[in-house]
């Protein structure tokens, strides 16, 4: 257990798919890995924010043994794999599951081609939802002046409550159990309306996918010119 934590708070080098990786002290495998250059999915993490551990894209072999990139501390002599057959098939099953269990109709999102869930998918080859959809019929929140809130399109990732929460406003929070997990307002009402969310918040710019959006500004960007049009995703994070 000390040489674990001499570890932590010592700089030193990994092997990722081969490669060896620089990591400072602190460093998760992800952050470090990123650093480098290499490309580890994942949609829940966002190097601003404490890591979530949520979305499971980012699960590597730690020495044969699973972990998240985005939570397991980088340390010496650690052989980690990520970009592995087996390791992408199962990263294509985590990106069609959220797929089916929310209303991911890319054609008529106007997040399409910015969008980090669908762009993962892209890049994981995913061809095709595999499992049965849900078609849930969650609300959307249209009641602010500035922004709208679609839970059919929310991963969950908590980014937002994570954003939020840093401005010290609390406007979102996580509830309810397995299945029924949801995304919550804080505010007495419920509704985005009554909340203290602004246009100007980190926290309403900072969703992956299409579920926070501002109004009156849908389907600005030409194709062609999005976000991912002009390079998967891989590349962006290798920045
Ligand atoms: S609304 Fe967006 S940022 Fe917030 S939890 Fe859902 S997907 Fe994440
Ligand atoms: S990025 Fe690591 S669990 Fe989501």
Redesign the pocket.
Known sequence: MNDNRIDALSPGTFALDGHEVEFGPGDTILQAARRAGHYIPHLCWHPDFAAHGSCRLCTVRVNGRSGAACTVQAASGQDVESNTDELNTQRKTLLQMLFVEGNHFCPSCEKSGNCLLQATAYQMGMDGPHFEEFYPDRKVDASHPDLL?DLN?????????RASAQEGKHV?AMGGRGVASH?LVNSESGHLADSAFSLTDRAAS????G??LPKRRGFAIPIGQRRFDSHPVSQEDAA
């Open positions: 809130l399109r929310c991963i969950l990732c908590g980014l937002c409550v979102f995304l900072i969703c992956p996918v579920a926070i």
